[in-house]
């Protein structure tokens, strides 16, 4: 544990809460991408499956458990609770041309050919992709409500400082791993037009427009 890694998961958390009291308060989840939602929930599900096997520390078990029932309550409030508010016309990103990759890929480069570290490896291709048919929506419709590009942002801002805690953890410990990195410098990279924008729109109290 370090300070980058305990701000990147504070950041997380505050988009999944960002996220979850959007769609509570407003009884909508309009511009909010299911899609990228149910991938984000296959992420934890394979991150996670290690709860029944092997106890870390109270915190990161705690996380776990969270982030988890965050995304399986957000995933029931998009399609049971607000069914009705969900957006399906422009939530149209085909998932399967990233599970079918991501699968492939964790099979063909992993750490070890095991079931759990094939999980692992598949989770985190997965999360470097899973935020795209997000951005496909927002860039269909043209426009993103504020306390969405509040939730965009958190959610990159804890990636961006994952970043920091892998070169942090190079330089301090000799430790290293580069699919992890990899991945998520990929999935950095997939927010930095957004934060772009975030920064010279949002934040001036603009709108946030992005190009289609």
């Known amino acids: 544990m370090n300070l980058f890694r305990l701000l990147g998961d504070l950041s997380h958390l505050f988009a999944i809460i960002i996220l979850l009291l959007k769609i509570w308060k407003t009884r909508s989840c309009a511009g909010i991408s299911g899609r990228s939602q149910l991938l984000f929930s296959i992420v934890y599900a394979a991150r996670y499956l290690d709860l029944f096997t092997s106890f870390i520390s109270l915190y990161n078990t705690v996380m776990k458990v969270i982030f988890l029932a965050a995304s399986i309550g957000t995933l029931y409030l998009m399609w049971v609770k607000f069914k009705a508010t969900y957006d399906r016309n422009h939530d149209t990103f085909r998932v399967e041309?990233?599970?079918?990759?991501?699968?492939?890929?964790?099979?063909?480069?992993?750490h070890e050919f095991?079931?759990?570290e094939i999980l692992w490896t598949f989770s985190i291709y997965l999360e470097a992709v899973a935020?795209?048919?997000?951005?496909?929506?927002?860039?269909?419709?043209?426009?993103?409500e504020t306390i969405t590009s509040h939730y965009l942002f958190a959610l990159g801002s804890y990636r961006a400082l994952y970043v920091l805690n892998w070169m942090y953890r190079y330089y301090a410990e000799n430790f290293y791993d580069v699919i992890a990195i990899v991945a998520g410098v990929v999935q950095t990279v997939l927010y930095c037009d957004f934060f772009y924008l975030y920064v010279t729109k949002v934040i001036k109290g603009k709108a946030l427009k992005l190009p289609a």
Request: glycine share 6%; net charge neutral; with cysteine.
């Open 97 to 110: 041309l990233l599970l079918g990759p991501c699968a492939l890929l964790a099979l063909v480069i992993n």
């Open 131 to 144: 935020i795209l048919p997000q951005l496909f929506m927002v860039s269909k419709t043209g426009e993103a």
């Open 114 to 116: 095991t079931f759990m």
